[in-house]
């Protein structure tokens, strides 16, 4: 057999007894078996399997208690984001409320660009989010709409239901009192089932659950946008609960009968011209004290 | 379709057999190839480590050869910033003393010898005769390890044999 293959198959551990033999008889032997006994001096270092192993297992356990960890910053995101999201929806769904305060009023822009002029004391509450479906706003108080055409506008008070398509109105609803003017298109009410059309110019009132006969009149928009309140043939009490909404007094009427009828008008802008306009026709007196009011008599 | 029972090493007991069976191996691999002055002890935890992090993406035919792969790149990142001396510094230690002091001397300087020439030996010769000779594994066992054919390990160890035999003469 050729030396090389000794030499390899001796490297390889594979040696037979016989080639053994002849490898051992090799003129280079002993030098390599010096070699080779040299060599067994480099023997990389001792690795202990099972030492190494157990340095190395706190490790590998601290790695399986975060595995599950990963998931607790994880939740922690989702929890976030649930509430989030839950605010989100509660407040976007949420109706939205506009409130005045006597002697306020505001302009509402509705979400189709309908405008809203609200009346003082009155409150208006509307969902922006189903706004495309459904044109709906509640109504506490008095307001005049001008609505945007398009689908059906609702306002919803507590006495009837005014629908619209498009037109300029004014619902004013306050204790006992619903009055509506329609002033441009044409506004449907809707009282105890029974459906009222309003032309332009007319008005709808019911008060004290009756209805009162409608006349036509012949302005544009309602007297209080001017700042003025105007009355034809009302009872008093809510002629005089209209000027509490509008000035911040506090009116008494004892000995006055509150059931006569008023038919004219007073402004929001001074007091004491607002209650002479009130009380000279009607021929009453009033003794202001402060912010109390009294009516009586001549 | 037979699927293995579990296809990667996530499991407690399998990786510690896993660790039991490469762990040496991988150590020797990287001392023979690096040398100790890199620490190869530390580079194999760090490789298992490593593979205990990540065993859900590593299928169990490919732990061994990431575990490798990992090992080597973490060595080399340390070569990076090391230069290699190479330096197969374990002293042989005699216990016996009955050599006369000619031939301690004679044995030391063979020993210089044989390290200078172990340090001139290629990379892939000096992993393969080294595992051969010293950890005393057969070749197919090294092409395993290495991941290369028995011929090729077998030209490899030959080669180094060869080349060391002839450094030592002339010197």
Redo the contacts between chains.
Sequence with gaps: MKR?EL??KW????LSTEELNAFERLE?YN??I???T????????D?S??N??E??KP??KK??AKSNEWLKPLMKFVAILAIGFSIYYYTTTLDTHIDTIVAQHTKVELPDSSTVNLNANSTLSFNKNNWNDDREVRLNGEAFFNVAKGQKFDVITSIGIVSVLGTEFNVNQRKNYFEVTCYEGLVAVTHRDKTVKLKPGYTFRIINGKLRANEKENTTQPSWLRGESSFNSIPLKYVISELKNQYNIDISTNNVDTSRLFTGSFTHKNLDLALQSVTIPLNLGYSKSGKSIVLKRE | MSQPLQDNICDDLLFERFYKKHSKNLHDFLYYKFGEHLNPQDKVQEAFIKLWQNCGKIALPKAKSYLFTTANNLMLNAVAHQKVVLKYSKQPQKHYTSESPEFVLQEKEYHKKLQNAISNLTEAQRIAFLLNRVEGKRFKEIAELLNISTKAVEKRIYGALKKLRKEIKEL
């Design positions: 090389e030499i390899k490297l390889d551990y594979n280079d030098n390599i010096q070699l080779d040299a060599l067994t001096d480099f023997k990389a270092p690795f399997i099972d190494n192993y340095s190395i490790k590998l790695e399986t």
